[in-house]
């Protein structure tokens, strides 16, 4: 015999000398979820150590993550009050442009500043956009909306703004409106290819946004499709998407790789809510090793060609890594 795999195996030094794949604390961006009118974080039930934060404690985490050395963080903001067209998105004082103010000045370049770009979050009906009489996700005046929020979050201090909708035409309209208001040099950070995923579940609860009727199968991807996600990504890029996302993660490997192979931009993949419950649920229960399970799903995202993770484990693993 002369090829022998295994002598490339035999220790840990040897190992890790030929690791084609490596994590870095810079390129995760942990997730978090700032909400109104709260006196104390409040525990995700079905995200056992995610919390839906204070200002306060949003900005401790935040300082934490940055100690540990996370690339960025991306903020979801959680209203008091909801109604059809997502008001508090875009008001100044929404606890999104408020929460964002009080980071930026405190973080400065410690990381990346990123923000969700999205309604479901602030509207009644829980959808990503408004509504035609009929109820359905009306294309092109939720642009008119996503444009007023991109500029609302860019002023507060936004450093990456994220559309997350996945409505036609909405980085370009976003683009233009940012530019408009003197924000050129705001990247754009595309959900590009986003599926409509049973994944999402635990999200809905920590960011309250689960649709009141229906579902966003009409807007997200069907996931069925991978092709139509080098479509997706190539209009976000004609329409001027700095970096690009796959979501969610896990079982979209083949996309992520395929997005990798055809552009030259960061790709980014997304390791979502039900993907991060999946894996603490089950070390709960004692039936995987959960440092493990969360480094081998880390690195399997990087190995499939994600330049970027956003993963709820963003400091902990970073802190492991140091
Ligand atoms: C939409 C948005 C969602 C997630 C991120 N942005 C929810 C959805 O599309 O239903 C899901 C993230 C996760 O599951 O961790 N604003």
Redesign the pocket.
Known sequence: MIERPRRLRRTPALRRLVAETRLDPADLIL?MFVKEGIADPVEIVSMPGVYQHTRESLRKAAHEAAEAGVGGVIL?GIPAAKDPRGSAADDPNGIMQVALRELAADLGDALVIMT??????YTSHGH?GLLTPSGEVDNDPTLERYASIAVAQAQAGAQVV?P???MDGQVAAIRDALDGAGFAQIPILA?SA?Y??A??????D??E???QFGD?AAY?QDPANARESLREVGLDLAEGADMVMV??AGLYLDVVRQVKDSVEVPVAA???????AMIEAAAANGWIDRERAILESLVSIKRAGADLA?T?WATEVARGLR
């Open positions: 997730p979801f969700d770009l999205c309604l479901d979050e990503c994220a997350s909708g996945m959900y986003k409509a995923s994944l999402y579940g635990p999200f809905r920590a960011a946004c689960a649709p966003r997200q979501k969610p997304y390791q979502v809510s039900g993907e991060y956003l709820y």
